[in-house]
């Protein structure tokens, strides 16, 4: 089971992402959007979403260039192991922190008010709820780091990334013997992934870099004008 999770089901969770994301944009493009609700109670959505935003962001790069970057590169510049893991304790924990908050609110904002429950659907509060879980077991597992300042437990999800990269069939026993709270998150982190092309974790994928040469005018016309024509 340890090899199927960690060795067989990061792919099906990638492959499910892009392949799916594809399919929808192709046959529900109008369905690619975060489904704003702005207009009610905007103060709580602009702090919540806020923090959420920032802190997910900051987590995402962090754990992107942490995973991603061969060892080599951190040895050629002179960073050691120890100074990168108390580096992703102390910036994964504080955007951690400030995730959590912000997705709490953004939450109780979705949960309570009458009005935005019903223009959110089941799949929207589950994706969040589990976004929320996902940052509580994230900083369980800087709890756990603190006990290993010397960053050899990080070289040892280095080592996974890359063999997943690489296609290293041994890739799932780098992480044999980790903390259980880190392969809870792992996997819940490759389900997110999964989940993308049917939640509105889609959004996530858009650029609008349209924006950069549209036309500047749009041209608006009234409802006495449309039904005259």
């Known amino acids: 089971m340890h090899d199927f999770l960690?060795?067989?089901?990061p792919y099906i969770a990638v492959t499910v992402m892009f392949l799916g994301s594809a399919i929808r944009y192709e046959?529900?493009?109008?369905?690619?959007k975060s489904?704003?609700?702005?207009?009610?109670?905007?103060?709580?959505?602009?702090?919540?979403?806020?923090l959420f935003h920032v802190g997910v962001l900051v987590i995402f790069l962090g754990h992107l260039v942490g995973l991603l970057t061969p060892i080599q590169i951190f040895d050629?510049?002179?960073?050691s192991h120890g100074f990168k893991q108390?580096?992703?304790?102390?910036?994964?924990g504080i955007a951690g922190v400030m995730a959590l908050v912000g997705g709490l609110m953004l939450f109780h904002r979705r949960w309570t008010d009458p009005r935005i429950r019903k223009t959110s659907t089941k799949a929207d509060i589950m994706i969040l709820g589990l976004l929320l879980v996902q940052l509580v077991l994230g900083l369980g597992t800087v709890l756990v780091s603190l006990n290993h300042l010397d960053g050899h437990e990080m070289t040892k999800f280095m080592a996974w990334a890359w063999g997943i990269v690489t296609f290293d069939s041994d890739a799932a026993g780098y992480?044999?013997?980790?903390?259980?709270?880190f392969k809870i998150h792992l996997f819940l982190g490759l389900t997110i992934f999964l989940l993308v092309p049917f939640t509105r974790l889609i959004h996530i994928a858009s650029a609008p870099l349209r924006y950069i040469w549209r036309p500047g005018y749009q041209i608006v016309r009234s409802r006495r004008a449309g039904s005259a024509k």
Do not use: E, N
Request: no cysteine; charged share 15%; aromatic share 10%.
């Open 6 to 9: 960690f060795g067989i089901y």
């Open 27 to 32: 046959r529900d493009p109008f369905t690619w």
């Open 35 to 50: 489904s704003s609700s702005q207009l009610l109670r905007r103060k709580q959505l602009v702090i919540g979403s806020s």
């Open 76 to 79: 050629a510049l002179g960073i």
């Open 86 to 92: 108390t580096l992703a304790v102390v910036a994964g």
């Open 175 to 181: 992480i044999q013997d980790v903390a259980l709270v």
